[in-house]
């Protein structure tokens, strides 16, 4: 492969240095009083602190996707493992709230029954106000009756 004077491209093992390509213009004033500028090239690293750099940027860059690999598998896991217990959470709760229900139609249904005996109970009661009044005015008859009778022994 043949190059030119003028050309700027490079392989690895044989990099052609081109001046106004491998230079960056930075500005340097002359005189601190003086506004005016002017561009004087700054070398770059040479090829082998380039390659040597990029080789470390490779390695970081490895080391942060496995580390982002590795953070996005646990919480891969730590998501399904949540996912899993909600899962079971929430049958738990529509096994709680069947049976709660079950009990609830159940104390209903109890509860219906001791009303009605309650209604039953308290019409029975009604008839026996008037029982009471007939047992007071017997009663009655009986304490003069025995006293009557003592009075003649």
Known sequence: MERGTNTASTTMDNPIADPDRDSIPMPIQNNPDSHESRFEPKPLLDQNELLKAIEIVEKDSLAIAESFTSLFSSLRL?????????????????DVVGRLQESALDAATRGNRYINSCLRLNEEMKGIENLAVQLKILRSNVDALDSAVNRLI
Do not use: E, G
Request: net charge negative.
């Open 78 to 94: 730590a998501l399904s493992q949540a996912t899993n217990n909600s899962i079971d959470h929430m049958q738990c709760f529509s």
